[in-house]
């Protein structure tokens, strides 16, 4: 499994911003996706997952309510859709593939390369 993301800039606090992740190869193997976030200097948190059907999700409580996961299964795509930012939303934004309904970032063995959200005071 391969996965792109995409998507991320650098906008003001209160601006939206929409983070994508396309997957490709044996995605079925892995219905789970998630998205993580790291700062400069910290460790790699748990942002939010969903599971296949899209049903199920759970977020962080750090962004609950202003963050928002969706996925197309006919595009393999997976989005990110991030409200009112915050300055300590800065980070670089990882998504993950697998097979676990997880907040630990061990359950997922695939990763994408990360895209960068700055978000300015």
């Known amino acids: 499994v391969q996965l792109q993301a995409s998507g991320g800039g650098l906008v003001q606090a209160g601006d939206s911003l929409r983070v994508s992740c396309a997957a490709s190869?044996?995605?079925?193997?892995?219905?789970?996706m998630a998205w993580f976030r790291q700062a400069p200097g910290q460790e790699r948190d748990f942002v939010v997952a969903i599971t296949w059907s899209g049903q199920n999700t759970d977020y962080a409580d750090s962004v609950k309510g202003r963050f928002t996961i969706s996925r197309d299964n006919a595009k393999n795509t997976v989005y990110l859709q991030m409200n009112s930012l915050k300055p300590e939303d800065t980070a670089v934004y990882f998504c993950?593939?697998?097979?676990?309904?997880?907040?630990?970032?061990?359950?997922?063995?695939?990763w994408g390369q990360g895209t960068q959200v700055t978000v300015s005071s």
């Open positions: 190869g044996d995605t079925f193997s892995t219905p789970v």
């Open positions: 993950a593939a697998g097979r676990a309904y997880s907040r630990y970032s061990n359950d997922y063995p695939y």
